[in-house]
T-cell receptor
Framework: LAKTTQPISMDSYEGQEVNITCSHN???????ITWYQQFPSQGPRFIIQ???TKVTNEVASLFIPADRKSSTLSLPRVSLSDTAVYYC?????????????FGKGTTLSVSS | GAVVSQHPSRVICKSGTSVKIECRSL??????MFWYRQFPKQSLMLMAT?????????EQGVEKDKFLINHASLTLSTLTVTSAHPEDSSFYIC??????????FGPGTRLTVT
């Protein structure tokens, strides 16, 4: 599985757009990029998944450049409730029997 | 999305005793279930992978005789921490998937060993 590198922490204020970048230089051709969110004392929650270019859902956008060696999770207009740890994962999408492997994640702190 | 539950959500036990944690997929049949452990301010660490009806596969460094995993049905997996010690205190998270579908996570179980 491709190794990922993310900032350890980020700070933001309510209403701002937050962009968290993840580096994955060794991404394989059949790998997808998936982001999870985790609140304290809760299990991780799926945010978004993409393979290339841009993916958008009701929660976030995921930008993936052509070389796919990095990706950026964009959270528009964050609120206090977006304070959480965000994990970038890279691997084959939904491969039967294969577990997700988590890296260190980025702790996002949103202040008022 | 699919729902995975865990029971109990919190448990406190005395050193030397055993404790069982249940993981259930509520609205789908999980062919594979996974157990993770998470220490404070650290990431999730995969402990083991279990397929229904077969023995679990443990990650390197995880004692299979200490962390007993049973996946007896397509909707239930259990993790038993045997002879628990304070260093086993952690947040245990299970997840489940059906075939090549997305992996769904439970809410976690906080284990405290006194």
């Amino acid at each position: 599985l491709a190794k990922t590198t993310q900032p350890i922490s980020m700070d933001s204020y309510e209403g701002q757009e937050v962009n968290i970048t993840c580096s994955h230089n060794n991404i394989a051709t059949n790998d997808y990029i998936t982001w999870y969110q985790q609140f304290p004392s809760q299990g991780p929650r799926f945010i978004i998944q993409g393979y290339k270019t841009k993916v958008t859902n009701e929660v976030a956008s995921l930008f993936i450049p052509a070389d796919r060696k990095s990706s950026t999770l964009s959270l528009p207009r964050v609120s206090l409730s977006d304070t959480a740890v965000y994990y970038c994962l890279v691997g084959p999408a939904n491969q039967a029997g294969t577990a997700l492997i988590f890296g260190k994640g980025t702790t996002l702190s949103v202040s008022s | 999305g699919a729902v995975v539950s865990q029971h109990p959500s919190r448990v406190i036990c005395k050193s030397g005793t055993s404790v069982k944690i249940e993981c259930r997929s509520l609205d789908f049949q999980a062919t594979t279930m996974f157990w993770y452990r998470q220490f404070p301010k650290q990431s999730l660490m995969l402990m083991a992978t279990s397929n229904e009806g077969s023995k679990a596969t443990y990650e390197q460094g995880v004692e299979k005789d200490k962390f007993l995993i049973n996946h007896a049905s397509l909707t239930l997996s259990t993790l038993t921490v045997t002879s628990a010690h304070p260093e086993d205190s952690s947040f245990y998270i299970c997840s489940a998937k059906r075939g090549g579908d997305e992996q769904y996570f439970g809410p976690g179980t906080r284990l405290t060993v006194t």
